[in-house]
């Protein structure tokens, strides 16, 4: 019986080194998703007057107020620091994510 050509893959010997590549490939991405989501990132506005953390899996751990910044009659400031701060946090921990994972799987095209 003839053997079949898997599109220019060639035999079975080729496609159980590509099937061992794959494997180890996914094991590295899940390895360093899992690095990722322990990851903690730091940001702070108001030059430093707030300042949080969060989490790889995006959640916000740690928010830290200096009691010079909170002023009753301009709680629309502080509202303004605390989301300027979440938000580069949050920006830091994708711009981490995207480049250990583009890193990883070059050519994919911001798949991640």
């Known amino acids: 019986m003839a053997r079949q050509n898997f599109g220019g893959f060639g035999g079975g010997a080729n496609m159980q080194q590509l099937m061992r ?15 990722l989501d322990a990851a903690e990132y730091e940001a702070a506005s108001g030059g430093g007057m707030v300042s ?3 989490s790889g899996t995006r959640e916000l751990k740690e928010i830290n107020i200096d009691p ?3 002023d009753p009659d301009d709680i629309e400031m502080l509202q303004d620091l605390i989301m300027a701060a979440v938000n580069e946090a949050l920006r830091k921990g994708e711009e981490a994510r ?7 799987a070059p050519g994919m095209g911001g798949m991640f």
């Open 52 to 54: 949080v953390k969060v």
């Open 21 to 35: 590549q794959a494997q180890k490939m996914q094991q590295q991405m899940q390895e360093a998703q899992e690095k």
């Open 68 to 70: 010079q910044v909170v």
């Open 98 to 104: 995207e480049a250990t994972m583009n890193r990883m």
